[in-house]
C-alpha cells in the first residue's frame, strides 16, 4: 500500500521569512496530493492540492511542486504570517477512496 | 455553515461500553470518509463510502467498529465496547461526485475513560 514519509517533523521560519515542507510517496499509481492545515482542536483544512498532470501549481502565497519521477512533493509558503502557525500534512491518493497521510510538520511562525 | 458537520464534538464514556458518531457530509457529495487522528499523528483511514456503499476498509477498522451511511447522505460510526486505546480524534470527510477534493469536518474527539 502507500507509504508517506513527510520533513522536517517541526519547523520555525521568522515572519516573512519562507518555508518549505517536502513529503515522498511510494506508490506509483498516486496521482491527487493535497495539502492540509490543522489548527489545534480542528479538523483539517484544505490549503492547496496538485494532480499528476502537473508539476506545479501556486495560491497567494502558497505553492506545491511536484516531481512524479522522484515520487515526492513540496509545499512552499512565503512570507510567512504569525498565523500560517499550524500542523501541515500532505497526503497521496490514487482512486479517491483513502488519502494516505503524512505524519505531519508542526509549523512555527516567529514574530 | 454548509461544511461537513460533524455530532457530538466530545464525548467521554467509560471503558466497555457503545458510542455512536454522526457525519452529516456537505450537500450533495456522494462520497464519504471515515479517519482517526490521534496526538501528534497524521489522520489514518478507516473507511470510505461512495452513496451508500461502503467500498473499501482499514485493517484498523477492528469487528467492534461498524459504519453504515444508509441512504448515502448522512453517516454513522459506531464504537462497541470501548477500550482505551479507541481514545483518538475521530474525523469525517466528504468529496463531490466530479472532484478528487475531500473536506473534513472538526472531529470527535473521544475519550474513554
Known amino acids: 500500500g502507500e507509504n508517506v514519509e513527510q520533513h522536517p517533523s517541526t519547523l520555525s521560519v521568522q515572519e516573512g521569512d519562507s518555508a518549505v515542507i517536502k513529503c515522498t510517496y511510494s506508490d506509483s499509481a498516486s496521482n491527487y496530493f493535497p495539502w492540509y492545515k490543522q489548527e489545534l482542536g480542528k479538523g483539517p483544512q484544505l490549503i492547496i492540492d496538485?494532480?499528476?498532470?502537473?508539476g506545479e501549481k501556486k495560491d497567494q502565497r502558497i505553492a506545491v511542486t511536484l516531481n512524479k519521477t522522484a515520487k515526492h512533493f513540496s509545499l512552499h509558503i512565503t512570507e510567512t504570517q504569525p498565523e500560517d502557525s499550524a500542523v501541515y500534512f500532505c497526503?497521496?491518493?490514487?482512486?479517491?477512496?483513502?488519502?494516505?497521510f503524512g505524519p505531519g510538520t508542526r509549523l512555527s511562525v516567529l514574530p | 455553515d454548509t461544511g461537513v458537520s460533524q455530532n457530538p464534538r466530545h464525548k467521554i464514556t467509560k471503558r466497555g461500553q457503545n458510542v455512536t458518531f454522526r457525519c452529516d457530509p456537505i450537500?450533495?457529495?456522494?462520497?464519504l470518509y471515515w479517519y482517526r487522528q490521534t496526538l501528534g499523528q497524521g489522520p489514518e483511514f478507516l473507511t470510505y463510502?461512495?452513496?451508500?456503499?461502503?467500498?473499501?476498509k482499514s485493517r484498523l477498522l477492528s469487528d467492534r467498529f461498524s459504519a453504515e451511511r444508509p441512504k448515502g447522505s448522512f453517516s454513522t460510526l459506531e464504537i462497541q465496547r470501548t477500550e482505551q486505546g479507541d481514545s483518538a480524534m475521530y474525523l469525517c470527510?466528504?468529496?463531490?461526485?466530479?472532484?478528487?477534493?475531500?473536506?473534513f469536518g472538526q472531529g470527535t474527539r473521544l475519550t474513554v475513560v
Open positions: 463510502f461512495q452513496n451508500e456503499a461502503q467500498l473499501e
Open positions: 470527510a466528504s468529496a463531490s461526485r466530479s472532484n478528487t477534493e475531500a473536506f
Open positions: 450537500s450533495e457529495h456522494n462520497r
Open positions: 496538485i494532480r499528476s498532470n502537473v
Open positions: 497526503a497521496a491518493d490514487s482512486y479517491g477512496q483513502n488519502f494516505v
